[in-house]
């Protein structure tokens, strides 16, 4: 089974440039996350989609932010313009949520991506 | 809000000691609770989990109970091996339909031979 797939693995850019991160869902789930890890922040998420449907952005940093999900499988983070503290390593994950109301509790299992490391200079 | 406190790392262990990571959690309803690690240079993938109180959840040699009187999850583990070393990560489930998990800040395990 291919686990969760993002490109590029590693993307060296100059301030004010645009950066497209990409992420292939594992097959069958219906939600994705995007999270940003550094050191001084740790594990933030940054939004989520559920059936292609953005269910949370709150975490999405500025304007210069911005996700979508063109189809089932696929998302992209997208920064423009670039800044020095954008360099982060930025992670996808997929899941199968199963909407069963508030009992039993949603326990579904997050599968993580490679992450893509991202340097702006 | 929910949220996750973990013990500050890194935790520096010798092989085949003793390991306990502490995690406690604020959390309305029911939440369920996981443990992540991430080794070096990979993303983060679950260890285990349990979904209600006195569940206790155990993978790799891994184990974490899941109190609620005293809303911990701590991760232990009676023997590390030095491919134990990673960054652990506790983390809450809601108990809503939409599944948003809140992580704590980590803990870095290092075991030396």
């Known amino acids: 089974d291919a686990g969760v797939i993002q490109s590029p693995r590693h993307e060296v850019t100059e301030m004010g440039q645009e950066v497209t991160l990409r992420c292939k869902l594992i097959s069958g789930h219906n939600s994705l996350f995007w999270y940003r890890q550094t050191m001084m922040r740790g594990l933030e998420l940054l939004i989520y989609f559920n059936n292609n449907v953005p269910i949370d952005d709150s975490g999405m940093p500025e304007d210069r932010f911005s996700a979508k999900m063109p189809n089932a499988s696929f998302s992209t983070l997208k920064i423009q313009p670039s800044e020095p503290r954008d360099s982060a390593v930025y992670f996808c994950?997929?899941?199968?949520?199963?909407?069963?109301?508030?009992?039993?509790?949603?326990?579904?299992?997050?599968?993580f991506g490679e992450g893509s490391r991202l340097t702006v200079l | 809000g929910n949220s996750v406190t973990q013990m500050e790392g890194p935790v520096t262990l010798s092989e085949e000691a003793f390991l306990t990571i502490n995690c406690t959690y604020t959390?309305?309803?029911?939440?369920?609770l996981f443990w992540y690690v991430q080794y070096p240079g990979e993303g983060l993938q679950l260890l285990l989990k349990a979904t209600k109180a006195d569940d206790k959840g155990s993978n790799k040699g891994f184990e974490a109970t899941y109190r609620k009187e005293t809303t911990s999850f701590h991760l232990e583990k009676g023997s590390v091996q030095v491919s134990d070393s990673a960054v652990y990560f506790c983390?809450?489930?809601?108990?809503?339909?939409?599944?948003?998990?809140?992580f704590g800040t980590g803990t870095r395990l290092l075991v030396s031979p």
């Open positions: 994950a997929s899941s199968l949520l199963l909407r069963g109301g508030l009992y039993p509790p949603n326990t579904g299992e997050l599968f």
């Open positions: 983390a809450l489930g809601g108990d809503t339909g939409f599944q948003k998990l809140v």
């Open positions: 959390a309305t309803g029911y939440p369920s």
